[in-house]
C-alpha cells in the first residue's frame, strides 16, 4: 500500500499571500495524484488530478505540481473561501487507492 | 448535470449489515465511460476508499475491508450500492460514493455523503 503523506498539517496563510501544501508518496506514483478540496460540512470537491491537471470549475490560482513522489499544491493569492481541509491522493497503483491525512489550511 | 445521492439507515446495531444506496442521476451508469465507488470518513478524521464498481459489476475493494464489503450494481434502476458486514463502532463514518475519472481513479463527482452511526 502507498502511503500519502502531507505536510503542513495545519497552515495559516494572510489573505492575497501564497500558500504551499506538500505530498509525498513512499513510492513513486508518476502524475497519477489528485488534490480535493473539503470545507465543514461538505463532501470533497476535485481540484486538479493528473499532478497539474485543473478540474472544471477549478479557479486558476490553484496550480498542482511534482511527480513522482513530491507534490505541491499551490494557491497563488489566498482567499477567504479558500479556508478548508486540502487532501492529496494517489491512483498509480491500487487497491488501494490512497490518501493523506489532510492539510488545514486557514487564514491569518 | 450529474448528481449522486447516498441512501440508506442512519443507525445499525453493532454486529449487523450497513447498507446504502448511491442514486445517479443525469447520467448512465451503464454507459461504460466511468467507475463508481464508495469513499467514507470517521469523525474528524480523513478519507479511506472503499471500493468501486464498473458497469460488468467489476469490483474492487480495499483490502483492510475487503472480507466485510459488498458493492452491487442496478443498472436498470441507475444505482449502486455497498453492504458493510459485521459493523462495529469503527465503521461510524459519513460515506460518500462518487464517480471515478475518465483518465484515472480520481473521484470528480461526488455525492453529499450520509453519516451512518453504529450503535446498539
Known amino acids: 500500500e502507498i502511503v500519502m503523506t502531507q505536510s503542513p498539517a495545519t497552515l495559516s496563510v494572510s489573505p492575497g499571500e501564497r500558500a504551499t501544501l506538500s505530498c509525498r508518496a513512499s513510492q513513486s506514483v508518476r502524475t497519477n495524484l489528485a488534490w480535493y478540496q473539503q470545507k465543514p460540512g461538505q463532501a470533497p470537491r476535485l481540484l486538479i488530478y493528473g499532478a497539474s491537471t485543473r478540474a472544471t470549475g477549478t479557479p486558476a490560482r490553484f496550480s498542482g505540481s511534482g511527480s513522482g513522489t513530491e507534490f505541491t499544491l499551490t494557491i497563488s493569492s489566498l482567499q477567504s473561501e479558500d479556508c478548508a481541509v486540502y487532501y492529496c491522493q494517489q491512483y498509480n497503483n491500487w487497491p488501494p487507492i490512497t490518501f493523506g491525512q489532510g492539510t488545514r489550511l486557514e487564514i491569518k | 448535470q450529474l448528481q449522486l445521492q447516498e441512501s440508506g439507515p442512519g443507525l445499525v446495531k453493532p454486529s449487523e449489515t450497513l447498507s446504502l444506496t448511491c442514486t445517479v442521476s443525469?447520467?448512465?451508469?451503464?454507459?461504460?465511460?466511468?467507475?463508481w465507488g464508495w469513499i467514507r470518513q470517521p469523525p474528524g478524521k480523513g478519507l479511506d476508499w472503499i471500493g468501486s464498481?464498473?458497469?460488468?459489476?467489476?469490483?474492487d475493494y480495499n483490502p483492510s475491508l475487503k472480507r466485510r464489503v459488498t458493492i452491487s450494481i442496478d443498472t436498470s434502476n441507475n444505482q449502486f450500492s455497498l453492504k458493510v458486514n459485521s459493523v462495529t463502532a469503527a465503521d461510524t463514518a459519513v460515506y460518500y460514493c462518487a464517480r471515478l475519472g475518465w483518465t484515472g481513479n480520481y473521484m470528480d463527482v461526488w455525492g453529499e455523503g450520509t453519516t451512518v452511526t453504529v450503535s446498539s
Open positions: 443525469g447520467a448512465s451508469i451503464s454507459s461504460g465511460t466511468y467507475f
Open positions: 464498481i464498473y458497469y460488468s459489476g467489476s469490483t
